[in-house]
């Protein structure tokens, strides 16, 4: 077995070892090793994760190794990856530890779970002595066991190599290495596990980016590992913030300007080598203009020709009535026309055509205009010339358009009168392959115009060209260099220059227009640049962007209204990514809620990684799916609430199987439907950006939903691939520095309904809203419950397929100290039964949420059915379960002692005797007792107080829990019976 085989099952193994789930780091909070000083602020990260860490920084480095013609012992390295599985063995609490030492750890122990590991990977077991031996530090007195080892393996050195992969799992960041001597103690370990010859020309470089942006923060670290490969610098370690290079050549490196011109290339290279982009995005519809985001995608004739031929072939209602529509009677008053056939007479244009003529010239009339609109751009000429321009390719008359046409609609951007009478003249007279225009299939003549539009741009569509248009209208190009030189830093040459704002546009006198200052991040924007943020980026409210008072005249509400918005270079090129790579809404309407997941690697990724991601991640459109019927039959919350499976495969395919229905679906219909929820991922890179995009354009999606959905969908990718994240509604992330992520989940001011779910600030150890990694199998339990709560309640309704419902839940979880008991009475109510799951989530849900009072609910409930025991049937059933205690509880709102309340209960009993809707055992005296002591003293007395008004305030609380618990232990006794009756009649006669 090779060894990337070997480690893949040994992992697997090791996954399903409880070890796995214990906490090896958490950020400043209590921890059983002593190794560990308190404050040394560490970040979350899981037993699991360190493991899996360690061994792929081992595999990567290997891997590196073989490239440069070095074989390490395989076997040797087999050893050192089971040493180093089980080398913090001492931190499971269920492993019995030693005299006081939590690392002298008996050899039989350690033998019994190497060997319980061994055997689910079909290898031999190393010596027990010398897995305690890899588990201790250097300074330990347990050391001697290496002196009791045969000669069979070097033991020392296999040891440098579990505490070689220890050290790689255990770094936090690039800021680790800068501030330390991490990269000096990489080295030394390195040269402890490889020959001389090797390392003489060892070196170990970085690169680090503070700042978080999102894509551009991604396309950073890929173009800088790209570029260091180039070099000679194979990508090692792949950090938040940055990236640990290695070399066993020595190779120089360039300075830092060269890098910069270098990776602005790649940026824009990466644009282009982009999966297909939405051509929506690239063009307004209103103008026919291009956007300038279509100059970065598309840089040749073909792909402008293709793409306004497939955004013109779309079906519109608008063809069944042009070109009638276009011409008002002010428009044709503008002409000197009376009426719409005096205007044919004018341009030659027979108005007998039929439906497939008109459908053929509302298509090429749009083309042309496009055209007309790109050439104009391109050229910077006057849309007069422009049209003489094409209609001079086309071989066509246009001057008399020209000058008929009248100057005021020429110069309207969203009028296209020349383009119109251009397109009948190439219809009438344009032919192919012999065949009129006119007679040609629809389909045919449409191919028709797209190859004649790539011929005429043939030459002036070019990549530079397309660059210098981009360089003019959005100075991308200089504003990347200047912020890559600002926060790229490179560990051989640490020289930063920063963006210094002009002092004089910061003294400047507040006005109506705004300074010169980007709103987002506040970089100074370059002179000669449009600092208005174009409104198609914007997709939610416009306060959302800005972080100071806006001036004068901007109006709450409207989101075309962006002038009081500007953004520097670099913020737009941000958001350019993300329509690119389609990170932004599939809807852009009020009604959507959309929340941003930014994830880091917990603590690093390698290559491989990084392409196992790829293949996870590629066209991935996860969801949070939780009905049990509908279009997606498995259910996020299927492992807590009804079978035990392995966790991390159910979200791998929950996610797998809603992202390949999803892609179905768009390649069916052409587009996501109308209303959804679903989530994105950015392309893989150190630092990864996902959105989980609750959409609709006409029903509201509340923000409890979308939150709800969002920290669910974090804890399972947490759970996936160990990542941190930060959920916030804000596209940007606020903060100066990666290590700021230090839990396991970090939400930004999230809705109250949803803070509440989180444990108290005296658990989390914070007043911040996180949850810390000891603390996420128990939310995900508890969201679980919730959404199983939630789908059985409030089935989902297809016409509107929303879940802001889910606010109704989370409120009885905030109020009522039982909320799994309202909600299991609330459908026993309307139902005659529930499902198992259901029962299953509404008893945890009070387990967590109910303790005192649904211990004393089951209390009052066992006191009761020894008094009453009610028939189940549905009609009455609530009345009966809570007969007996409301009749105590109203007794002592009249003021009853006592033994008057007993009275009441004695001849409620009497006449509940002589009903069929239950039966009284023998009544007792002292059960009757029993049973108003309970309610009296229990109840009204240390639960309310002895208040009346908190006695009304929570009767009905506990009321909920009496008829969960009176029902579940009635439905008990009738299945005990039943079975004992069918035991009986099943017995063969004596």
Known sequence: MDLKSFSDRLLLAFQEMDLSETIAKSYNLENSSMSYKQGHNLLDQSMWDHIRTGVEACLALLSHLESVGFHPPEEELKVALIAFVLHDLHKDSAVEKKASSEYALSLEELERVAEELCRKVGTGLPPAAFLRAAGVSNFSPKLGDLGSLSNQYSWTGIRDWVKLMDQTASIIGIAECMEHQTIHSLEEKLRRVLPPKLTENLRIVYHRVQEMRGMVTTQLHNGMALLMKRYGYFPWLRFGDGTLYITFAGGELPDKDSLMEELTRLFFRSIKEADQVDWEKLFNRATLQCQTLAFLVNQTPGEFAWMFHELFMKPSSGSKTFPDKNFTASQLAAYGAGDLGELYRVFGVDPSFDEEFREKWFYTSRYLAALQRLIQRLEKISAVDALLQLADFLGLPGEDIANRVPGSLHSNNKRFDGAIWLAY??????????????????????????????????????????????????????????????????????????????????????????????????????????????????????????????????????????????????????????????????????????????????????????????????????????????????????????????????????????????????????????????????????????????????????????????????????????????????????????????????????????????????????????????????????????????????????????????????????????????????????????????????????????????????????????????????????????????????????????????????????????????????????????????????????????????????????????????????????????????????????
């Open 425 to 990: 003249r190439f219809l009438e007279g344009a032919e192919v392959d012999g065949k009129p225009a006119r007679h040609l299939p629809i389909e045919d003549w449409r191919v028709a115009v797209r190859k004649k539009a790539a011929k005429f741009l043939d030459g002036k569509i070019t990549p530079e060209k397309m660059m210098e248009i981009v360089d003019e209208e959005l100075k991308i190009r200089e504003d990347l260099q200047g912020y890559f030189r600002e926060q790229l830093i490179v560990s051989w040459e640490t020289a930063r220059s920063l963006n210094l704002l002009d002092t004089k546009e910061l003294l400047k006198k507040k006005t109506r227009s705004q300074k010169r200052i980007c709103n987002l991040c506040n970089r100074k924007i370059l002179s000669g640049s449009e600092p208005k943020v174009k409104a198609q980026v914007i997709q939610d409210n416009v306060n959302v962007f800005s972080n100071r008072i806006l001036p004068k005249g901007w109006e709450p509400g409207k989101r075309g209204d962006v002038a009081a918005l500007h953004w520097c270079g670099v913020c737009f090129f941000e958001f350019v990514l993300r329509q690119v790579f389609s990170m932004d809404s599939f809807s852009g309407g009020d009604q959507s809620r959309q929340i941003y997941l930014f994830a880091f690697p917990s603590f690093q990724i390698t290559e491989e990684g990084l392409l196992d991601l790829q293949d996870d991640l590629k066209n991935f459109f996860g969801t949070i799916y939780v009905h049990r019927r509908g279009k997606v039959n498995h259910v996020w919350q299927d492992p807590w609430v009804e079978k035990q499976e392995a966790l991390r495969k159910h979200l791998h395919d929950h996610f797998q199987l809603y992202s390949e229905y999803f892609e179905q679906e768009m390649e069916e219909r052409g587009r996501p439907p109308s209303i959804g929820d679903v989530l994105k991922a950015s392309p893989p890179g150190n630092v990864l950006l996902f959105t989980y995009d609750c959409y609709s354009s006409s029903l509201d999606r509340t923000r409890e939903e979308a939150w709800l959905k969002a920290l669910s969908a974090a804890l399972s990718l947490h759970k996936l691939y160990g990542f941190r994240l930060w959920l916030t509604e804000k596209p940007f992330l606020m903060m100066s520095d990666v290590r700021e992520v230090r839990y396991a989940i970090q939400l930004d001011a999230p809705p109250y309904k949803v803070a509440r779910l989180l444990e108290v600030p005296e658990r989390r150890g914070t007043t911040d809203f996180v949850v810390p990694i000891r603390q996420v199998n128990d939310l995900l339990n508890r969201l679980a419950c919730i959404w199983e709560i939630h789908q059985t309640v409030n089935p989902l309704d297809f016409s509107k397929p929303t879940d802001k419902n889910v606010s109704s839940v989370l409120h009885q979880l905030d109020v009522h100290p039982m909320a799994g008991a309202h909600f299991f009475k609330r459908r026993l109510t309307e139902h005659s039964y529930v499902t198992d799951t259901f029962l299953r989530a509404c008893r945890r849900i009070d387990q967590m949420r109910g303790g005192m009072e649904m211990e004393l609910a089951r209390e009052i409930a066992l006191a009761s059915l020894k008094l009453y025991k009610p028939d189940i049937s549905q009609e009455g059933r609530a009345h009966r379960y809570e007969n007996l205690f409301r009749l105590a509880v109203k007794g002592i709102k009249e003021g009853r002692e006592k033994s008057e309340i007993c009275g009441l209960l004695f001849k409620r009993l009497e006449r509940l005797a002589k009903q069929p809707s239950g039966y009284v055992p023998r009544v007792e005296e002292k059960a009757i007792q029993e049973f108003v002591d309970l309610i009296y003293d229990r109840f009204y007395i240390d639960v309310c107080g002895g208040n009346i008004a908190k006695l009304n305030q929570r009767q009905n609380q506990l009321a909920d829990g009496i008829f969960f618990e009176t029902h579940l232990e009635r439905l008990k006794e009738i299945r005990e019976r039943q079975s004992a009756k069918n035991q009986t009649n099943g017995r063969e006669p004596v």
